[in-house]
């Protein structure tokens, strides 16, 4: 494209059709610079397109707005965002901004079909999650860590193995939705409805069984989430939160002082499970989920209730893998590497000890799991010792066939 050329719709979505086909997950365009696309993690300066120039970045933001938001570019607004649909390419958000007195665009492709958990490399009980009847479960993680995917595939699992009423919020809407088993409501902020609390409240009186509500942005928002899960409704939603105990920490900070003792007792009881995200470059390209994942056991509410505790979370996580599912950061990147997913020195990058996971690399056990396995080994001798004699008193308790009969009889012998 030449410079100097005007910026048509098609251009635009020539543009796009080249970042499909490159599978770049963002493009930026700002003004001074060629466009830049985001592979694999990685800015990459699009030299085939034009520098772009403060009326070009208009040009392309009049385009990609709805004719409701149009008044935004010749208006100087500070900020819009939006759904593009592009035909024969794809959806994409948008986020149009002022920086430094002109226009910037961000814009993220949203694929055409949902993926299934499958197919992203979640664990497996990521599908027992979706099938809750009721509670909160939370998706948390940094822009771009992979939430929104992972929600629309939960969404996706539940459409097409049960039958439920599902109203998501989101702002704006991305992946869009088909009615399969379920019937599916997709209400879309400034669009459809206000804002967040508005639409979560006016959400209850629509005979909900599962509310995805795309952020939980204010105390407003958060207490009628957390609510709707009280009164028997599976509540999804998002914070840009790191890992677990910052998510728990952040819900109950919100809310001013004299009420947190009993935000911590309602959310000890609602909360399902907190899922935190990153994603991590993969051998041979793209990116692949490592998950931190919270599931609420006894010992889990028991922590979020008394704040002496709470410091064990992690460590109630990483105990928590073979029972419950839970898993940690570290755990799951160590997963990825045996599964020959992810690169040992990415997983060490990434991972939040790594001297432990070196070792555990090499086959040796951290000094906690070898407790935790000498404990297991004791308790095993012990219930053998049980089975061998359930009296108690030394006594050989062994079947034997009685007489000629064939029948089975209990022979004692001392």
């Known amino acids: 494209m030449a ?47 034009p520098v772009l120039t403060p009326q070009d970045i208009e040009d392309i933001a009049y385009h990609l707005l709805p004719y409701s938001k149009k008044g935004f570019v010749s208006a100087e607004g500070m900020g819009e965002e939006c759904g593009y649909d592009a035909e024969g390419i794809g959806r994409f958000r948008v986020s149009i901004f002022r920086q430094r007195g002109v226009l910037s665009i961000v814009m993220r492709h949203i694929p055409s079909e949902i993926p299934n958990i499958d197919e992203l490399n979640l664990p497996p009980v990521i599908k027992d999650l979706a099938m809750e009847r009721r509670g909160l479960i939370l998706v948390t993680g940094t822009t771009g860590s992979g939430k929104s995917t992972t929600l629309a595939a939960m969404i996706e699992h539940i459409n097409l193995h049960d039958s439920r009423n599902i109203i998501t919020i989101e702002d704006p809407i991305e992946f869009l939705f088909t009615d399969k088993k379920s019937i599916i409501a997709q209400r879309e902020i400034g669009s459809d409805v206000e804002n967040f609390s508005s639409a979560l409240k006016a959400s209850l009186r629509q005979d909900p069984d599962v509310i995805l509500v795309g952020e939980m942005r204010d105390l407003e928002t958060i207490e009628t989430a957390i609510l709707a899960a009280e009164t028997g409704h599976l509540v999804f939603s998002t914070l840009h939160t790191l890992d677990a105990p910052e998510t728990i ?95 040992f020195e990415e997983a060490l990058a990434q991972c939040s000890r790594p001297d432990e996971f070196k070792l555990k690399v090499r086959g040796i056990l951290s000094a906690a799991e070898m407790t935790k396995l000498e404990m297991e080994k004791k308790s095993k001798e012990a219930e053998k010792v049980i089975s061998s004699d359930p009296f108690g008193s030394g006594i050989d ?13 209990s022979i004692v012998r001392f």
């Open 249 to 343: 920490n952040r819900v109950i900070s919100v809310f001013p002082p004299y009420q947190q003792e009993q935000i911590r007792i309602q959310l000890a009881s609602v909360l399902k499970a907190s899922i935190s995200m990153r994603l991590v470059p993969k051998k041979g390209g793209g990116r692949v989920p490592a998950m931190e994942i919270l599931i609420a056991t006894a010992a889990i509410r028991e922590a979020i209730l008394e704040p002496e505790k709470f410091a064990a979370i992690r460590d109630l996580i990483a105990e928590g893998k073979s029972q419950y599912g839970m898993q940690t950061f570290d755990q799951s990147l160590f997963e990825l590497y045996k599964s020959d997913l992810i690169t």
């Open 397 to 409: 308790v062994e079947d034997k066939p009685f007489g000629g009969t064939g029948s089975k009889g």
């Open 3 to 49: 410079d100097g050329v005007k910026w048509t719709r098609d251009k635009v979505d020539a543009m796009l059709g080249e970042m499909v086909a490159k599978r770049a997950s963002d493009i930026h365009l700002k003004v001074g610079i060629h466009p830049v696309f985001r592979i694999d993690g990685k800015l990459t300066k699009m030299e085939k397109f």
